[in-house]
């Protein structure tokens, strides 16, 4: 839940910052989920997870504040499963693939249907 106070932050912001490759690991990470970025990043866990030139991009904008990071678009399973359908993959052959419920993949059928 977004907070008084938080920074809500887009996928495509998040990748200009600090790139399309760490900005993954972030989401991939810490999606949906508010993350503090420090002002001082050299020994911090956002250091660690993406390397410190990426971590000082993101404090240089956000430094001293929390920010809630989005979940990575790819790693939601009714968008995987509507890509595979859209690919030709047999239903329950996308379900098995990408490892989720039977109302997930009806929802991604609908949509892809419509």
Known sequence: MIRAGM??????EL??????ESAAVIMRTCGGSPIYVPLRVTGS??????????????AVEYGGETVWIPIDPASRPREQ?????????????A????????????????????
Not at 46 to 54: F, N, R, S
Not at 81 to 93: A, I
Not at 102 to 111: G, P, V
């Open 45 to 58: 866990k956002l250091a660690e997870m993406v390397g410190i030139t990426a971590a000082q991009k993101l």
């Open 7 to 12: 920074v809500p932050m887009q996928p495509r």
């Open 81 to 93: 499963v509507k890509d595979l359908l859209r690919q030709g993959v047999e239903p329950r052959e």
């Open 95 to 114: 379900q098995k693939r990408v490892g989720c419920s039977f109302m997930t993949l009806r929802a991604a059928q609908r949509e892809v249907d419509r």
């Open 15 to 20: 990748e200009v910052v600090v790139g399309r």
